[in-house]
C-alpha cells in the first residue's frame, strides 16, 4: 500500500493547528498533528518543502522504517519543529494501519490495559474564592483530578489565569503580550491556596498544580515542602528541565511528585531524569515526541523506573493529538494521567472525532484508526491567524520564563 498524497493543512477554529492528512492507493487516509504553538507555520513549512516529497511512493505500513528515515536521514536532528514533523507522518500511518486492520489503533498497540483513560480538568480564578467555585464544577461534572491555578495578590496577571474557564488559550495576537512575575509572591500564596481546597475537598480529590518552569531548584524545593500537606497528585514542570541536574536538588528535599517533559521531544532528553527517579510522571506528547512510534518507547523506558506517563493535553494539541494519546494512554501499564482541555465547538467541527468524556475517564474511540478526521471544507473557513505565547519579566524588568 502505497503513499499516493500528502497534504499539509493549516487552520485557525479559536487557535491555529497544522495537520498531515495522507492518502494511499488503495483510497485509505490518515491524519496527523503538527501543531507547535506559535511556531506552527515553521512546521508547515518543514513538512511541505522536506518531507512531503520524500513521502510519495512509499509503503505505508512501514511505520518504523519512515520514522527511521526521516529522523536518520536527516543531519539535523531532533528539536521541536522536526520532531512535531516526524510526529505528523507516524501518526497519520498509524491511523493508516489502524483503518486496513479494521482496529483501533490501541488493540495494535496490545489491546487495552485499563477500563478508561482518567484525565485532568483546569480550575482557575483570581482569586481563592473563585478557584474553589471552579474546582467544585469539574467535581460536579465527573473530573477525579483537577489542576488549580489562582492569581496571585500583587501581580496583573498570572499563568493559567483566563477569563473562559473552560477554554484556556495564552496564545493571541501579532505579537507577544508581557506579563510581571514575583517568585516571592508566588511563593508566598500558593499553599494557601491548597490549604483552603484540601479543606474544601477532603482527602480523595486528586489536586495538580504547574509551576510552569519558573523557579530555580532550591524554590522548588521550597514550594515542593510547603504543598507536602496537602498531598498534591503533582507539582508539574517546576524548573526549566535544561539543568537537569536541578531535579536531583528537589528530590533531596520534598516528597511532593514531580512531572515535567512537555516540551521534551525524545527519550534522549529525558532518559537522564528517568533513569536517575528524578521524576514520577513524563509529560511527553505524541506530537511533539515523534509521534505514536518514539512516545511509547519513552513510555517504555519509564516503566522500569517507576516513572508514569502525565501527558499534555492543553488545546494546542489538536484532536488528532489527543484521540493518538489515548490509544498510547489505554495501552501502556506506566499510564499515570492524562490533561484534558476541551476544544471549541469549532474546533470540534474541524475535527470530528469519536472519544468521549465519562464519569472522569476519556474513552478512545472503537472506530478503525485514530477515530479521528479533518473536515477540509470546515478547515478552509478558518484561516491562518498570527498568535504569540506571551513572555514574563520580573518586576525589574529582567526577562523570565513565562
Not at 53 to 77: K, M, N, S, V
Not at 242 to 259: S, V
Amino acid at each position: 500500500m502505497k503513499i499516493t498524497e500528502a497534504k499539509v493543512i493549516v487552520t485557525c477554529p479559536g487557535r491555529n493547528f497544522v495537520t498531515l492528512k495522507l492518502t494511499t492507493d488503495e483510497g485509505i487516509t490518515g491524519v496527523g498533528d503538527a501543531t507547535l504553538n506559535g511556531r506552527e507555520l515553521a512546521v508547515e513549512s518543514y513538512l511541505r518543502e522536506h518531507v512531503v516529497p520524500l513521502l510519495i511512493g512509499r509503503d505505508a505500513h512501514r511505520i518504523e522504517d519512515t520514522w527511521q528515515y526521516l529522523f536518520q536521514g536527516a543531519y539535523w536532528r531532533r528539536g521541536p519543529v522536526t520532531m512535531s514533523a516526524i510526529a505528523a507522518v507516524d501518526t497519520a500511518l498509524w491511523d493508516i494501519k489502524g483503518k486496513a486492520a479494521g482496529l483501533p489503533v490501541y488493540q495494535l498497540l496490545g489491546g487495552r490495559s485499563r477500563d478508561g483513560v482518567t484525565v485532568y480538568g483546569h480550575a482557575n480564578g483570581e482569586t481563592v474564592d473563585e478557584v474553589l467555585t471552579e474546582t467544585a464544577r469539574f467535581v460536579d461534572l465527573g473530573y477525579r483530578a483537577v489542576r488549580l491555578q489562582c492569581g496571585v495578590p500583587g501581580l496583573a496577571s498570572t499563568y493559567g489565569v483566563s477569563a473562559d474557564k473552560m477554554f484556556y488559550e495564552p496564545a493571541k495576537g501579532s505579537a507577544p503580550e508581557e506579563n510581571v512575575w514575583s517568585t516571592e509572591k508566588y511563593l508566598n500564596f500558593v499553599p494557601r491556596l491548597f490549604a483552603r481546597a484540601r479543606e474544601e475537598f477532603g482527602p480523595e480529590l486528586a489536586m495538580l498544580h504547574d509551576v510552569h518552569h519558573r523557579l530555580t531548584p532550591v524554590e522548588a524545593a521550597r514550594l515542593g515542602r510547603s504543598l507536602e500537606p496537602y498531598h498534591l497528585f503533582w507539582m508539574e514542570d517546576p524548573v526549566p528541565a535544561d539543568l537537569q541536574e536541578g531535579f536531583r536538588l528537589i528530590r533531596e528535599h520534598t516528597t511532593t511528585p514531580i512531572a515535567v517533559g512537555e516540551v521534551i521531544n525524545s527519550i534522549w532528553d529525558c532518559a537522564d531524569l528517568i533513569r536517575g527517579q528524578l521524576i514520577d510522571f513524563i509529560r511527553c506528547t505524541v506530537v511533539h515526541a515523534g509521534g505514536i512510534t518514539h512516545l511509547r518507547r519513552i513510555f517504555d523506558l519509564a516503566a522500569l523506573h517507576h516513572v508514569r506517563s502525565g501527558s499534555h493535553g492543553a488545546t494546542d494539541l489538536s484532536p488528532v493529538c489527543l484521540s493518538a494519546a489515548l490509544h498510547l494512554d489505554v495501552s501502556i501499564p506506566n499510564f499515570g494521567i492524562q490533561e484534558y482541555m476541551r476544544h471549541t465547538e469549532a474546533t470540534d467541527e474541524v475535527f470530528p472525532h469519536g472519544y468521549h468524556f465519562a464519569e472522569g475517564y476519556l474513552q478512545p474511540s472503537e472506530e478503525p484508526g485514530l477515530g479521528v478526521d479533518i473536515d477540509e471544507a470546515a478547515a478552509a473557513r478558518y484561516p491562518y491567524q498570527p498568535a504569540y505565547l506571551p513572555v514574563n519579566r520580573l518586576e525589574d524588568g529582567t526577562m523570565h520564563p513565562w
